[in-house]
């Protein structure tokens, strides 16, 4: 309905439209234009020529323009990322404010003049949207799909239309001003449209086209009439247009590079262009408006009344006359009253989203005629919505591109991504809402890309906490879980499941107790579902016509009733107490429709939705309050979370997030983690699999992988709590429970991963890896030392290594290959192999080539090998590979086993093909399925310490077997002896006839040849091929019966004879025999020849069993042993140095004599030291000593380095986890052996320090919040910082005020110390205006005492400051000098760059050896190399290719000249032995890890010296117990100059100066340098100059051509300047005229004279005190004029250049020079070629004063001089061309870059 009077003006429009045509004439002979350049706002009247800047800003943007030439209201868009916007001022640019900043590319604007309405196009939205003048009443009004692009748009008050071009389908559409009635009306000629005008007089429609065919293109109003009105091509030279105005029937465009302004007629045959203005100095010229008050006639309409027509919000004109319509702003929440007039928060919703449009809204359900949309949000493709009334936020989910769940309020703030891709999240068509739980539900679907020939798709529904802090995975069974519902009241979930078997499933809110309401036999596609009440409504839909139905399912009854059907596709419906909601879309239309059943008439009506599409629905109240009674889980006993369940008593279940590694236990409401658990790889997800029996089954969630993520193998560290897997080409590690999400440890790049398998004693993990060129690697990294420990064990070619199986008892690894001809997509050969190999990558041998078909799995058990293939065969193998037997086919050529792994006799393995985990037990062949339900199982890794004999189900009441009984995870089953089988009860043992039992022949592997069977002997799973009844073995062959002879029963022996009287009546393979007359024998009796001939089967009892099948074996275990591995003790004393004998000790602890001992030894003692304040050891006085027998001191082995007379001990934990076991034994020369064992606990109690703690800062800001940075503080501990956190993060937002910062430090073993500072964000009313940069910014502090305030360059993490002198110094906000060189350095240069790791680290070490030495001695120094520096190669982790050792110096501490006769004093004298090791850290390891190898060395050689002795000669050296080492030497690459964090290189523009301190200079001008690291600067060629800091040889320049501009400039200055020369020639002669007549002959004094000195005359000032006279020196000093009146008048128009790019105008940087030079600037150069001294120089202009037009300087154009910023004075001496600057000039500025244009 239309509010408003609904007069049609067509008397007045005529009316109106003389009045036009009168007033043309008096304003089409000149206008006012304004246009945008990109950066500035232009203002040029046609008639005087002049043109003016309006309104500038730097770094902007500005495209969009339009003006009320009624109101004087200038209105413009900036889509520059630093001041994107809508603004508006007065025509002057005075009072300019910000509109709106929510937009992002807005290129056209307009304006409704009548209604006071801004309509604008913002193409990255793909919206028409609209807003009042004061920016107020922001509304979408049309919404375009992705396939659409706006561009141009204009508006017709008078008719009621918007008009815009879309550039992408290349037509014009228009629509209502309320955005109803859309339509195209051209959709021919249209290409590249930019700027869309309207004739006011011919009611015509014109536009630009910016292609190579550009023109100006004109159409009647309804489209038609399409035509060129004029071509652009030839007075554009082919450049794009891009404004225009039409003003009657004169056309005025816009172009870009031309730097100029056309205008034509149109609608006329004559075609004349002229050039409006040209010159206008900028590159590109966007839109463009006129002050014509014709283009914007008067008219009269109530939208443009104070009262805004009587809406509250927003007035729109709906059509023809003054008809209108009241409506609501977009983001607002609110919705249109009852009233039509007012808009308020109603108080119910019915939300929608629109998938192709990406628009989320909702309607008010109270308005059911023509309701209006209300948009509260926008996405890629939004598909379902949900809403929650406790907290008024609305979720919907993206259905294509990234798939991502977004909430936010009804207003549209605070969105935010609620869950994404990255969590796991694949496509989202169901969300639902328990607002009283607080918890989300949605389903999430997805697939796996080929994997071995099949794609896995994965659907689960799942439920999420609204605070994001619990996720569970509710429901799996399902095929398609397409739209869910939730009753809030009765706490049910409902799912509409449409996969193969349709059904409407209900499930408690925590996904227990599924039950199919509805299934196949009723619904056809389930589509959506609603519930409300008792009812649940069901959409279901099929492809054929009249067949889509809505269907009611009675809760209560179960009744199923048809509400209606329709012919349309149902895509969602929503449900209230009165009706139904139904989205439909028919397909032959191609729109969608929006119905309403009214459930009491089942009367159906439609909502107009204008056609538009929706695939979300969902009705709600806007607001909900839970009641007291409504939550049963308050007061509840669950660990983690409860969840109401209203069926139940108590009514409520507990439930164990995912992600915690904790599992519900059987009291149902504790959550622990499992005792005994497997991990299983699950496409994307990690599974966690209790196997305790009393924990529930089904599987829990560890990690949720990205919705693309393909995790192919998993491994768990017990000892760390680790676990680590594959996920497509990286490797993932995280602790198990950790909520905190994955650590990456390699990244192969474009090796794919397959198999990982890990040493879990010695902290190795292994992995296979290949290439697309199948080169195949066996990777191996050390946990210890990280990825930088990476290397290739094995390196293969032409195949693929896949699975990895380690094993550590014998040190070696096995691995399957695939074949190139299988990756290669032949498929007439799949076999692969499996190969063996030492843990170190050596012996590598082949151990079984062909036999397997996709080799998938491995395991070992009993020292036997198993391997599975994809094609289902398992075969057992001797370790090297002999002796293959089959063990079990499953599922012959189909996908099947995976993954395999021994658990005892138990082998677990993942099928692809059921997707489950199953148990075999290969001694019985009993399977079960473990688990099912996962999407595709591909690794598993189990945590079993429980011995399932002595603690499995076997020992509980549930055990009811009649005979054995064997504990399986989590069950029990039972087994029965031979010539037994379980009966169906599974628990009682029955015997049977034979013990064989015919299996089919493949059990056999298909070898069993023409009358034998396969047989398998029950209850085991051995095969054999056994000779069918009536059949005997003749040797490999099993022939017939002969004659007579018989065998009634299966089984390889030989055949029975006939009883007497019986026969086989000459037939062979008899099963029996019969008498004579074919009668069966009686029982105990011969045969009766008389008896009637009958056929009787003699029963004769079955042999025993083959005695030559094998029997089981079973595996025992060594005692003391009990398969499990030695602890550290029992290792130690398993070494040949000691012995499990201990020393015998009596009653009273003495010792018995008969053996050695030890005196004061702490046995058994535990010690408690502390570690020194700066040594990460403790050190524990040796008191104690070993004697023999007799009582003599005799040397001991300690498993702990004593040095200097103390037992050195690393820290490795405070508490019981670092306690050490001190183990020391004593031999005797009896070969006795005596030891001492104690304990020591070593503590850290020494806090940390900061090395590093900010100051206090203080920041000025013109903003409420201001960004801050400072570098994080360091901290130093003895034995390392665990970690370093604070309550703020450098780069975070800051409010004005002070805030306390605080940093806390803490050591591995949780000692303490903190770092404060303030951060004080004042306001600044005036503003640096700092340049902005890359990963850093300015932080300007102030002193409190001298309130001097300085600024500097502060850089992010892993960032440090460009190490020019420009960028490391303090700035000043008045040195606006620097300030403008740093924003033009910033053009070439970053202010901050990347910090490398340091390449190479260098560390020295000393020992001290005892013996006669001297410094060049040949001999020695190769003894000393071989055992120190060749020892430490071999038993340290520093690989060759990392660590380098010197060699060895030696220094003696005396006089080497001494007679070395004197053996007894030279070998007591000391020399020092000194070597470097040096890093080459080319890989970039962090510095802990560097001090973690260099440490390990330390410590090596200080086990090595305690007992290291060399004989040289005669001569006997000894090392002392005495390691020294230097401080870490970083050295960096060349070109790189050191930082405190790392290496820093020279950027490009600069080079490397290597000095005694190196440093980075930038390029002089003149010169240039690409490229990073360089130690020189190239020269520009052909004598071209630059600007210092030139990064390229395009950016060399030379002095250009004058323009006309700039020659008409020239020629008016001459001109003026003879006139003036004339004139004073004139004065002067009449002087003289005069002085003659005057009575005295005296003349004018020279004061006098000086005044009559014309100011356009050069004086050549004094020579400078101190320079040379000589005619060679020339001195030149430009003097900065005074600012006149004038002088600014034309400054102020020199801003119209300052602000832009100017590719086409030369001197521009000249230009800016000069208009920035200050106080003066003195050159001294050699001058020799140019006037002589005294000579007149015209240095004025009309522009700026400065003289650039002058002689002197044509010859100075393009050098630096005129291009650099002066402060004060600087001198430069040498050839003028190529001089280089003292370093008082360092900071040059060079001519401004080109700003970044728009671009199409």
């Not at 409506?327 to 308020?344: H, R, T, V, W, Y």
């Not at 550590?808 to 799949?830: A, K, L």
């Not at 002085?1635 to 000195?1653: C, F």
Request: include cysteine; proline fraction near 6%; charged fraction near 20%.
């Amino acid at each position: 309905m239309t509010v408003g009077s609904g007069h049609t003006l067509q008397a007045r429009g005529w009316w109106l439209l003389l009045i036009v045509l009168s007033c043309l004439g008096q304003t089409t002979n000149g206008a006012v234009f304004f246009i945008s350049n990109g950066t500035s706002i232009l203002k040029f009247d046609s008639r005087s020529k002049a043109v003016g800047v309006v309104y500038t800003k730097p770094l902007a943007k500005i495209i969009g323009l339009a003006v009320d030439t009624t109101d004087n209201v200038l209105f413009w868009s900036d889509i520059s990322a630093d001041h994107r916007g809508l603004y508006t001022s007065d025509l002057e640019g005075q009072g300019a404010r910000l509109l709106t900043a929510d937009i992002q590319e807005v290129n056209g604007l307009t304006l409704d003049w009548a209604s006071n309405h801004i309509y604008w196009t913002d193409a990255k939205r793909r919206t028409l949207e609209i807003a009042n003048y004061d920016g107020s009443g922001r509304k979408i009004l049309v919404s375009l799909t992705s396939n659409e692009e706006p561009r141009g748009i204009v508006v017709d008050p008078v008719l009621g239309y918007l008009y815009w071009a879309d550039q992408w389908n290349g037509r014009i559409e228009r629509a209502r001003l309320n955005g109803k009635g859309r339509e195209v009306v051209v959709n021919q000629g249209v290409y590249w449209s930019n700027q869309l005008a309207l004739s006011m007089v011919f009611r015509k429609l014109y536009w630009v086209e910016a292609t190579t065919t550009s023109g100006i293109m004109s159409c009647n109003l309804d489209g038609s009439g399409v035509k060129k009105e004029r071509d652009l091509f030839n007075i554009t030279s082919g450049n794009p247009s891009f404004g225009l105005v039409v003003i009657g029937n004169k056309a005025i465009v816009s172009t870009w590079h031309n730097n100029a302004i056309f205008s034509t007629l149109v609608g006329t045959p004559v075609s004349r262009w002229n050039t409006e203005v040209s010159h206008l100095g900028t590159g590109k010229l966007y839109s463009l408006t006129s002050l014509d008050r014709s283009t914007q006639p008067a008219y009269n309409h109530p939208c443009g009344h104070r009262d805004r027509g009587g809406c509250s919000h927003l007035c729109l004109p709906s059509g023809w006359g003054t008809a209108y319509d009241c409506s609501c702003p977009s983001f607002s929440g609110l919705a249109l009253d009852l009233d039509k007039a007012s808009c308020s928060e109603p108080d119910a919703l019915l939300l929608y989203t629109f998938q192709a449009l990406g628009d989320i809204g909702f309607i008010n359900p109270a308005i059911s005629d023509i309701p209006q949309t209300n948009i509260l949000g926008q996405s890629h493709s939004p598909n379902s919505v949900t809403y929650d009334p406790l907290q008024q936020i609305v979720y919907w989910s993206n259905r294509e591109g990234p798939s991502a769940i977004y909430r936010s309020d009804l207003r549209g703030q605070n969105k935010e991504e609620f869950l994404k891709e990255k969590d796991g999240l694949g496509y989202v068509d169901g969300l639902a809402l328990d607002w009283i739980g607080q918890f989300l539900y949605f389903t999430n679907s997805g697939q796996s890309q080929t994997f071995a020939g099949s794609i896995f798709p994965w659907h689960r529904v799942e439920m999420i906490s609204l605070d994001g802090r619990i996720r569970r995975t509710v429901v799996t069974d399902v095929q398609q879980p397409r739209k869910i519902a939730v009753d809030h009241h009765k706490g049910f979930l409902y799912v509409v499941d449409g996969g193969d078997e349709p059904r409407l499933l209900r499930t408690n809110l925590d996904g227990s107790q599924p039950t199919t309401l509805i299934d196949g036999k009723v619904l056809t596609n389930p589509l959506a579902v609603s519930i409300f009440g008792n009812h649940v409504y069901l959409a279901d839909g099929t492809a054929t016509k009249d067949s889509s139905a809505l269907i009611s399912y009675n809760s209560v009854n179960g009744s199923v009733t048809t509400l209606m059907k329709t012919s349309s596709n149902i895509l969602d419906i929503t449900s209230s107490s009165t009706s139904v909601y139904i989205s439909t879309y028919d397909e032959e239309q191609n729109q969608g429709h929006m119905y309403v059943l009214e459930l009491a008439t089942l009367k159906k009506s439609e909502l107009n939705f204008q056609g538009r599409i929706a695939t979300g629905l969902s009705y709600s109240k806007r607001v909900q309050v839970v009641g007291p009674r409504e939550d049963p889980c308050e007061g509840s006993p669950c660990s983690h979370k409860c969840i109401r369940v209203t069926t139940q008593s108590p009514p409520y279940n507990c439930i164990c997030p995912d992600g915690t590694g904790v599992m519900m236990t059987n009291d149902g409401s504790t959550c622990r983690r499992p005792r005994n658990f497997m991990l299983v790889a699950d496409l994307n997800l990690i599974q966690m699999v209790s196997l305790d029996p009393n924990t529930e089954p089904r599987p829990h969630t560890v990690h949720h992988g990205h919705s693309q993520s393909d995790i192919l193998s998993v491994v768990y560290d017990s000892i760390n709590n680790t676990v680590y897997w594959i996920d497509t080409a990286k490797i993932f590690s995280m602790r198990l429970g950790n909520v905190n999400g994955p650590t990456q440890l390699v990244d192969s790049g474009h090796f794919s991963l397959g198999g990982l398998a890990l040493d879990e004693k010695k902290q190795r993990l292994y992995w296979s890896s290949y290439d697309q060129a199948l080169n195949g690697r066996i990777m191996r990294m050390k946990l210890k030392h990280g990825p930088i420990s990476t290397k290739a064990i094995v390196t293969v070619n032409r195949a693929v290594p896949r699975t990895i199986l380690l094993y550590p008892r014998r040190r070696w690894i096995f691995w399957t290959e695939y074949p190139e001809r299988h990756i290669s997509g032949d498929q007439d050969s799949h076999e692969g192999s499996i190969h063996r190999a030492h843990t170190s990558g050596t012996h590598h041998h082949i151990i079984i080539k062909r036999g397997l078909m996709w080799p998938s799995a491995l395991a070992i058990y009993d020292n036997r090998l198993y391997a599975a293939a994809m094609g289902g065969r398992v075969l057992s193998m001797d370790l090297d590979g002999a002796n293959i037997e089959e063990l079990y086919v499953f599922e012959p050529f189909t996908v099947g086993v995976y993954e395999m792994s021994f658990l005892s006799n138990y082998l677990l393995m993942t099928n692809l093909k059921r997707r489950s985990v199953d148990l075999l037990d290969i001694e019985t062949g009993w399977n079960t399925t473990i688990s099912s339900q996962f999407s595709r199982p591909t690794s598993l890794s189990y945590y079993h310490p429980t011995d399932l004999t002595e603690n499995g189900e076997c020992r509980t009441e549930k055990n009811h077997c009649s005979n054995n009984c064997v504990s399986i995870p989590r069950s029990l089953y039972c087994t029965c002896p031979e010539r037994h089988t379980l009966a169906p009860d599974g628990q009682t043992c029955v015997e049977v006839a034979e013990p064989w039992e015919a299996v089919e022949e493949v059990n056999c592997r298909g070898r069993c040849g023409e009358n034998s069977q396969c047989a398998r002997l029950l209850p085991t799973i051995t095969f054999h091929c056994l000779c069918r009844p009536g059949h005997q073995p003749d040797f490999k062959k099993c022939t017939a019966c002969p004659i007579n002879y018989y065998k009634s029963w299966m089984a390889n022996t030989t055949c029975s004879t006939c009883e007497l009287r019986t026969t086989t009546h000459r037939q062979t393979g008899s099963t029996g025999c019969t008498c004579r007359n074919h009668q069966p024998p009686p029982q105990n009796e011969p045969c009766d020849d008389s008896l009637e001939e009958a056929v009787v089967t003699v029963k004769v009892p079955p042999p025993p069993p083959v005695t030559s099948q094998p029997k089981p074996t079973y595996k025992v275990w060594p005692k003391g042993n009990h398969g499990k591995g030695d602890s550290e003790e029992e290792q130690m004393l398993g070494d040949p140095r000691f012995t499990n004998k201990w020393t015998p000790i009596n009653k009273n602890g003495a010792h018995s004599r008969g053996s050695p001992y030890f005196e004061n030894c702490p046995s058994r003692e535990t010690l408690t030291v502390q570690v020194a304040a700066t040594k990460s050891k403790a050190y524990i006085p040796v008191t104690w000593s070993a004697y023999s027998s007799r009582g003599i001191q005799i040397p001991y082995i300690t498993n702990y380095p004593e040095i200097d007379g103390k037992l050195v001990l690393e820290w490795t934990a405070n508490g019981e986890d670092g306690k050490h076991t001190i183990l020391m034994d004593a031999n005797d020369i009896t070969g006795q052996i005596t030891v001492c064992k104690f304990y020591v606990l070593v503590e850290d109690e020494v806090p940390p320090t900061f090395a590093y703690c900010p100051r206090d800062l203080s920041v000025k800001s013109t903003k409420q919040q201001e960004r801050v940075l400072w570098q994080k503080p360091a901290a130093e501990d003895n034995i390392g910082v665990g970690s370093v956190t604070g309550t703020h993060r450098s780069g975070e937002e800051f409010p004005q005020g002070i805030t306390i910062v605080n940093f806390t430090a803490t050591d591995q073993a949780g000692n303490r110390a903190y770092c404060n500072f303030t951060v004080h964000v004042y306001e600044d009313k005036k503003s640096c205006e700092f340049p902005e940069m890359d990963n850093g910014l300015f932080v300007c502090t102030m002193n409190p005492k001298t309130h001097v305030e300085s600024c500097s360059v502060v850089c992010e993490k892993t960032y440090a400051v460009n190490p020019l002198e420009l960028f490391r110094q303090s700035y000043s906000c008045d040195d606006h000098e620097v300030l403008q060189s740093l924003k033009d350095v910033l053009k070439y240069q970053q202010g901050c760059l990347s910090v490398e790791a340091p390449s190479v680290v260098t560390q020295e070490f000393t020992v001290w050896f005892k013996g006669p030495c001297e410094s060049d001695d040949p001999d020695l120094e190769d003894e000393l190399y071989l055992a120190v520096i060749q020892y430490l190669k071999v038993h340290t982790h520093c690989s060759s290719r990392l660590c380098h050792f010197s060699n060895i110096t030696i220094e003696c501490d005396y006089d080497t000249t001494l007679d070395r006769n004197r053996r007894s004093y030279m070998e007591s004298l000391l020399f020092m032995v000194r070597w470097n090791v040096t890093i080459d850290n080319g890989t970039g390891l962090p510095e802990g890890q560097i001090r973690s190898i260099l440490q390990d060395i330390r410590l090596e050689l200080e086990r090595l010296l305690p007992g290291l002795q060399l004989h040289l000669d005669t001569h006997q050296y000894m090392a002392v117990r005495k390691v020294e080492t230097s401080d870490l030497i970083w050295s960096c690459r060349l070109g790189e100059i050191w930082n405190q964090d790392g290496c820093v290189a020279c950027p490009p523009g600069s080079r490397y100066v290597s000095d005694s301190s190196p440093y980075c200079d930038i390029c002089p001008p003149g010169t240039y340098q690409p490229f990073d690291r360089q130690e020189e600067c190239f020269p520009c060629h052909d004598d071209l100059n630059s600007n210092p800091g030139t990064t390229d040889s395009k950016q060399c320049f030379e002095a250009t051509a004058l323009d006309q501009m700039s020659k008409f400039i020239i020629i008016t200055a001459c001109t003026f300047g003879f006139v003036f020369l004339g004139m004073a020639i004139i004065l002067y002669f009449q002087y003289k005229r005069q002085q003659k007549k005057s009575r005295g002959l005296g003349g004018l004094t020279a004061a006098d004279a000086q005044k009559y000195v014309p100011p356009n005359l050069f004086t050549p000032p004094a020579p400078l005190p101190g320079l040379s006279p000589e005619p060679s020196q020339r001195t030149i000093t430009i003097s900065k004029p005074k600012l006149t009146p004038d002088t600014k008048s034309k400054l102020k128009q020199s801003h119209l250049y300052s602000n832009h790019d100017y590719d086409d105008m030369p001197y521009t940087s000249t230009l800016s020079s000069l208009h920035n030079g200050s106080a003066r600037t003195v050159y001294q150069n050699d001058f020799s070629n140019m006037s002589p001294p005294g000579s007149p120089r015209m240095l004025g202009s009309p522009m700026t004063d400065r003289g650039i037009n002058s002689p002197m300087a044509e010859r100075v154009m393009g050098s630096p001089i005129l291009g650099s910023p002066v402060t004060d004075r600087a001198i430069y001496n040498g050839d003028f061309r190529n001089f280089s600057p003292t370093p008082r000039t360092n900071s040059l500025r060079r001519p401004r870059n080109q700003y970044h244009m728009y671009e199409d």
